[in-house]
T-cell receptor, first 113, second 112 residues
Framework: DGGITQSPKYLFRKEGQNVTLSCEQN?????MYWYRQDPGQGLRLIYY???????QKGDIAEGYSVSREKKESFPLTVTSAQKNPTAFYLC????????????FGSGTRLTVV | EDKVVQSPLSLVVHEGDTVTLNCSYE??????LLWYKQEKKAPTFLFML????IEKKSGRLSSILDKKELFSILNITATQTGDSAIYLC????????????FGQGTTLQVKP
């Protein structure tokens, strides 16, 4: 079955560490997105990519980095520069426009300990 | 700056009640408005609206868009405990990037 897979589901990070969240899709979608969700704040866009080897910053890109070396994969690295990384992270993909909505992964909950 | 605002932020009702969730937006070159339901983790798609005044329905849920007044409503009739979730409104604006701007979400709790 086609879908989008995020891993791990839960992640704990010590302060000062970089961590990488995985996002893989087999839907043959061109576009992929990373959102952060905090309580009461909805989803905020971190980075997005419309095509392999190209990506753009979203509204809250500081302290994060991404790569898009393969169409299927769009990993997100949360760096030590992100001062408040504890949140729920959602990855999504689409065919290039939102016309048919996004397909979302099940999310990764990151906690700084 | 593009903005999507949902109201109320939270709502508690009893089974059988009817609820109306609101979404207003200020977005450059509006393309579409989407509603999602988020129960535990991944949001699931409910509706996409592009034209004013055309109601979309799916069972007990319905939604309509007003492009003149820049808002949409999501109605849920005869609510059930399974309707308890966060309801997210999102708008696609200009640039053909496909990126969505989300509102804060409305948390709905339906009590038995």
């Amino acid at each position: 079955d086609g879908g989008i897979t995020q891993s791990p589901k839960y992640l704990f990070r010590k302060e000062g560490q970089n961590v990488t969240l995985s996002c893989e899709q087999n839907l043959n979608h061109d576009a992929m997105y990373w959102y952060r969700q905090d309580p009461g704040q909805g989803l905020r866009l971190i980075y997005y990519s419309q095509i392999v080897n190209d990506f753009q910053k979203g509204d809250i890109a500081e302290g994060y980095s991404v790569s898009r070396e393969k169409k299927e994969s769009f990993p997100l690295t949360v760096t030590s520069a992100q001062k408040n990384p504890t949140a729920f992270y959602l990855c999504a993909s689409s065919s290039g426009t939102a016309n048919y909505g996004y397909t979302f992964g099940s999310g990764t909950r990151l906690t700084v300990v | 700056e593009d903005k999507v605002v949902q109201s109320p932020l939270s709502l508690v009702v009893h089974e059988g009640d009817t609820v109306t969730l609101n979404c207003s937006y200020e977005v450059t070159n509006f393309r579409s408005l989407l509603w999602y339901k988020q129960e535990k983790k991944a949001p699931t798609f409910l509706f996409m609206l592009t034209s004013s005044g055309i109601e979309k329905k799916s069972g007990r849920l319905s939604s309509i868009l007003d492009k003149k007044e820049l808002f949409s409503i999501l109605n849920i009739t005869a609510t059930q405990t399974g309707d308890s979730a966060i309801y997210l409104c999102a708008v696609e604006g200009s640039g053909n990037t496909g990126k969505l701007i989300f509102g804060q979400g409305t948390t709905l709790q339906v009590k038995p």
